[in-house]
């Protein structure tokens, strides 16, 4: 297919998913997942040709937090959307957005993470009733206490990252961070000596 060009004359590679491929795509989706293992070279082209496809089907951390709001909202769909959009505010406030590889992959354990530790909570708070014995309470706090320290650890290590990320100063830049600080600082005043009386004989 003949490439197309932009008002601006940039080149633009035409959608290689023609309705063609799409239909051939789905026939080797289905032949792979029946287990038929002689479609393998050829499904592996066409998602080579497709990456947004294998990169939203292989997202097992989109997966897994999946599976987990679908456990704590069942059928209340309102409850899932709601915490999906909460799931996507996180990711903002982490700054997900212009982030290296391995902040992202830091940012959606985090994510992941706080989905796990506030359903613990959840649990535990609704524990009430007859089947709410005491060793029933005690393995969700265990759930609980789990969850948390997953979390605090992952916030830990996204710091630490961050951290090491974060490019060093330079020799002028110390420099001038240093006279800035002997600027800003405030000189005591000097105080003169007392005057020693002569002692009274």
Do not use: F
């Not at 005491?134 to 789990?146: F, H, I």
């Not at 974060?166 to 240093?178: F, G, H, I, N, Y």
């Not at 005043?189 to 002569?198: I, N, Q």
């Amino acid at each position: 297919m003949d490439a197309q060009r932009n008002p601006s004359g940039t080149e633009e590679r035409a959608d290689a998913r023609r309705p063609h491929d799409v239909d051939r795509l789905a026939e080797l989706v289905q032949r792979a997942q029946q287990g038929d293992t002689s479609v393998i070279p050829a499904l592996r082209d066409a998602l080579e040709a497709a990456p947004s496809v294998w990169r939203e089907y292989g997202d097992l951390a989109a997966q897994a937090q999946e599976a987990w709001l679908q456990l704590l909202s069942g059928t209340d769909y309102m409850l899932a959307e709601s915490v999906r959009l909460k799931l996507s505010a996180l990711r903002q406030e982490l700054g997900a957005e212009g982030a290296s590889p391995l902040e992202k992959l830091l940012v959606e354990r985090i994510v992941a993470c706080w989905l796990q530790t506030h359903y613990a909570d959840a649990l535990y708070a609704q524990a009430k009733g007859p089947q709410s014995t005491a060793p029933v309470r005690q393995e969700l706090m265990k759930r609980q206490e789990s969850s948390q320290r997953r979390y605090l650890a992952a916030i830990k290590q996204l710091a630490l990252v961050r951290k090491l990320l974060k490019p060093a100063l330079s020799p002028l830049q110390l420099a001038l961070s240093t006279v800035g600080e002997e600027r800003a600082t405030p000189k005591r005043p000097t105080t003169a000596a007392s005057p020693r009386l002569a002692s009274v004989n």
